[in-house]
């Protein structure tokens, strides 16, 4: 498995734990003033990672074309296989493209982006992407009284740099 692909399903591990660690009451749960449940920020970051496998079948990924599906937002057990799907997705499948199109349309007035990218940048976006959430979601954990495992909402570069400090 290349680097990227390891950091993927790194960031993604981290997911794992964190959701076998809090209850299905907690993962829907909305706080004063957060506007989304963990849930809800667990199904952004699926999707895209659906969207990612389905462009690389036909060149583009489409960012917008998310399913919003209501059963990875309210069924924790139902993410965690979901996480684990894509995990092993990135240990078992091999890339042949190097160059990609995207789209991801911020203004519906507008007409839709085509933006040409590459497989690597779009990996490092997916990585990135989830770090981002993550830390939005670690600030839900804590507001419901909830621990976060070791490492959670890092990216794996930092994880690795915290590891070299100690040595």
């Known amino acids: 498995m290349d680097s990227l692909s390891a950091e993927n399903c790194q960031i993604l591990e981290q997911g794992i734990l964190l959701l076998e660690s809090i209850s299905n009451e907690s993962y829907e749960r909305k706080h004063e003033p957060m506007d989304a449940?963990?849930?809800?920020?667990?199904?952004?970051?699926?999707?895209?990672?659906?969207?990612?496998?389905?462009?690389?079948?036909?060149?583009?990924?489409?960012?917008d074309n998310r399913k919003r599906n209501p059963k990875l937002e309210s069924d924790r057990l139902f993410a965690i296989?979901?996480?684990?799907?894509?995990?092993?997705?990135?240990?078992?499948?091999?890339?042949?493209?190097?160059?990609?199109?995207?789209?991801?349309?911020?203004?519906p007035k507008e007409s839709v982006p085509m933006i040409?990218?590459?497989?690597?940048?779009?990996?490092?976006?997916?990585?990135?992407?989830?770090?981002?959430?993550?830390?939005?979601?670690?600030?839900?954990?804590?507001?419901?009284?909830?621990?976060?495992?070791?490492?959670?909402g890092f990216s794996p570069s930092t994880l690795f740099a915290k590891t070299a400090e100690r040595t």
């Open 37 to 63: 449940s963990i849930g809800e920020h667990f199904r952004h970051i699926l999707e895209h990672y659906e969207l990612f496998w389905e462009g690389l079948k036909t060149g583009h990924i489409d960012y």
């Open 81 to 107: 296989t979901s996480l684990f799907d894509c995990t092993a997705k990135f240990q078992n499948e091999s890339f042949s493209l190097e160059t990609l199109t995207i789209s991801q349309n911020n203004n």
């Open 116 to 152: 040409l990218s590459s497989l690597n940048r779009e990996l490092k976006f997916l990585v990135s992407h989830t770090v981002h959430h993550y830390a939005i979601i670690s600030i839900l954990v804590k507001l419901d009284g909830g621990n976060l495992p070791e490492g959670f």
